[in-house]
């Protein structure tokens, strides 16, 4: 299967590449860094229309990743500003860019990397006891309940793409994911240990508890996301539709694993809840 992947360079892209076999997926691999991977590897822009289009000729599979932040410090999961902004701008116009030309191309199918932020409202009015394992949860059938402009962006590419799917006829998959880290940082400690190695916070502090709590209920593990995009990759059936992009995780709010497993036969096989220390501390 030809595959090509937009921000490939990063953590979500690195852990489809790392977890997915090169033997079974032929990876055009594009981003706006210098990058190595199994496949080609391609430098362009999501902004820049003509300069992507080549590259989505002949794919079976278009999985868009990438995001672009500029140097606009607002575009993050934790504002609430409801203005304008340079970052908005340009990743919805990526957005668009990478439809079009899959749709242009004839692409099979094309999965977007959404965000628990898409419904992230649901924490912020919850937090911390949706860490705990309380009755909150988002389920499949959770309405857009963008908590930021980050969250109205990948609000906007679930619904771009249900028109790609349903005016244009390609399948359509947008991958609600959690919390998904870089390999060293892949565990539900992942985020407290990263802020203790930079000094925010002690490790028997309560922030970096309620680190972990956050990452043991969001956490992907990165061969669980890889697992994901590969069930959907393989799948056949889906007209348009999304998947929260979770581990197995006992105190999980994102909660449709169940349709997950039903739909495209997601089995994630990692669980925040059995890790009780970070690794260098597991006996």
Not at 31 to 37: I, Q, R
Not at 40 to 54: G, H, Q
Not at 174 to 184: D, P, T
Request: proline share 3%.
């Amino acid at each position: 299967m030809d595959v090509l992947v937009t921000g490939a360079a990063g953590r979500v892209g690195t852990a489809i590449t790392d977890h997915l076999s090169a033997d079974q997926y032929d990876f055009t691999l594009l981003d706006v860094v210098a990058h190595d991977g199994p496949g080609e590897t391609v430098e362009a822009d999501v902004r820049e229309y003509e300069a992507i289009r080549p590259y989505f000729e002949g794919q079976d599979a278009v999985v868009h990743l990438a995001l672009i932040r500029e140097a606009d410090d607002a575009f993050r999961g934790d504002d609430r500003g409801l203005g304008w902004s340079d970052s908005l701008q340009s990743n919805l116009r990526g957005i668009n860019n990478v439809y079009q030309a899959a749709v242009d191309a004839g692409v099979d199918s094309l999965l977007f990397a959404s965000s628990n932020h898409v419904v992230g409202m649901v924490e912020v009015q919850n937090a911390p006891a949706v860490y705990h394992g309380t009755d909150v949860v988002a389920g499949h059938d959770e309405p857009h309940r963008p908590d930021s402009r980050y969250g109205l962006s990948k609000a906007y590419g679930e619904d771009l793409g249900r028109l790609a799917a349903e005016a244009h006829g390609i399948r359509f998959y947008a991958l609600r994911i959690g919390a998904v880290r870089s390999s060293r940082f892949d565990h539900p400690y992942g985020d407290a240990e990263r802020g203790w190695e930079a000094g925010r916070w002690e490790r028997d502090s309560s922030a970096y508890a309620e680190q972990v709590a956050r990452m043991k209920a969001l956490w992907q593990s990165r061969r669980d996301l890889a697992h994901l995009v590969e069930c959907c990759l393989r799948d056949d059936t889906v007209d348009w539709d999304h998947f929260y992009g979770v581990s197995a995780n006992d105190r999980r709010w994102l909660d449709d694993l169940a349709y997950a497993r039903e739909t495209i036969g997601y089995e994630p096989r990692d669980d925040g809840g059995e890790w009780t220390a970070p690794p260098e501390s597991r006996g």
